[in-house]
C-alpha cells in the first residue's frame, strides 16, 4: 500500500507565490507506483490535472492553465514538490498528491488513472 502526505497549502494574495511536498511511503514493493501527480479541486467543480512526473525522471507535463507557473521536482523517487508562481484567484482549490500503478490505458493528467491519493491541502489565492 501506497501512502501519499501532502504540505505546503495555505493563503496567499494573487501574484504570490506557494510550494507544494507530497511524499510517498510505500509497501514492500519497490516498483509499486511508477507515476507521481498533482491534481486540485476547486470549490464545485471536478478534480483536474495540473501536473505529473514518472518516478524516473524524464519530462514533466503540466495542463495548460499552470504552464509557465507552476514547476515540478522531484527529491528522489517518493518526494514531490510543486513550485506555484503567480498565483490567481482561479488557482484556489483543494490539491492532491496522487501516485498511479502501471496500466496499459494510463492517462497522465486523468484522475482515474492513479491509484493512491494524498489527504490534500489547501490553496486559497485572493484578489
Known amino acids: 500500500q501506497v501512502q501519499l502526505v501532502e504540505s505546503g497549502g495555505g493563503s496567499v494574495q494573487a501574484g504570490g507565490s506557494l510550494r507544494l511536498s507530497c511524499v510517498a511511503s510505500?509497501?514492500?514493493?519497490?516498483?509499486?507506483?511508477?507515476?507521481m501527480a498533482w491534481f486540485r479541486q476547486p470549490p464545485g467543480k471536478e478534480r483536474e490535472g495540473v501536473a505529473a512526473?514518472?518516478?524516473?525522471?524524464?519530462?514533466a507535463y503540466y495542463a495548460d492553465s499552470v504552464k509557465g507557473r507552476f514547476t515540478l521536482s522531484r527529491d528522489g523517487r517518493n518526494t514531490l514538490h510543486l513550485q506555484m508562481n503567480s498565483l490567481t484567484p482561479e488557482d484556489t482549490a483543494t490539491y492532491y498528491c496522487?501516485?498511479?500503478?502501471?496500466?496499459?490505458?494510463?492517462?497522465?493528467?486523468?484522475?482515474?488513472?492513479?491509484?493512491?491519493w494524498g489527504q490534500g491541502t489547501q490553496v486559497t489565492v485572493s484578489s
Open positions: 510505500q509497501g514492500s514493493s519497490a516498483t509499486e507506483f511508477i507515476y
Open positions: 512526473t514518472h518516478t524516473s525522471g524524464g519530462s
Open positions: 496522487a501516485a498511479a500503478k502501471y496500466s496499459a490505458s494510463f492517462q497522465i493528467l486523468t484522475a482515474s488513472s492513479y491509484n493512491y
